[in-house]
């Protein structure tokens, strides 16, 4: 599956911003965001299962963040709100059809990445 990440720029603290995902077939996905920031490793962000029934957050975005699919249209959203400086990374949407994992090792497909900065 071919995925491609959108939606991210600069936003003030406390500002919202909505990612989307688009891909050319979600069918049967788990679906996860990470996130990089310079100089640091890969994180999970949330993830979401097929059809959508179940999601995960990491506890830095969690009550901010929100992950959500709409299966039809093939497309992935996570809307950010209450940003924080540490926030700032370059977003990543990836998919996999085993399970909803935590891990980058858990997700086959990736898409290139959508930089969003928050300033203080």
């Known amino acids: 599956v071919q995925l491609q990440a959108s939606g991210g720029g600069l936003v003030q603290t406390g500002g919202s911003l909505r990612l989307s995902c688009a891909a050319s077939?979600?069918?049967?996905?788990?679906m996860g965001w990470f996130r990089q920031a310079p100089g640091k490793e890969r994180e999970f962000v949330s993830a979401?299962?097929?059809?959508?029934?179940?999601?995960e957050y990491s506890r830095s975005v969690k009550g901010r963040f929100t992950i959500s699919r709409d299966n039809v249209k093939n497309t992935m959203y996570l809307q950010m709100s209450s940003l924080k400086p540490e926030d700032t990374a370059v977003y990543y949407c990836?998919?996999?059809?085993?399970?909803?994992?935590?891990?980058?090792?858990?997700?086959?497909?990736w898409g290139q990445g959508t930089q969003v900065t928050v300033s203080s």
């Open positions: 990836a998919a996999d059809r085993s399970g909803m994992g935590t891990n980058t090792w858990d997700y086959q497909f």
């Open positions: 077939d979600l069918s049967y996905y788990y």
């Open positions: 979401i299962s097929f059809p959508g029934r179940k999601t």
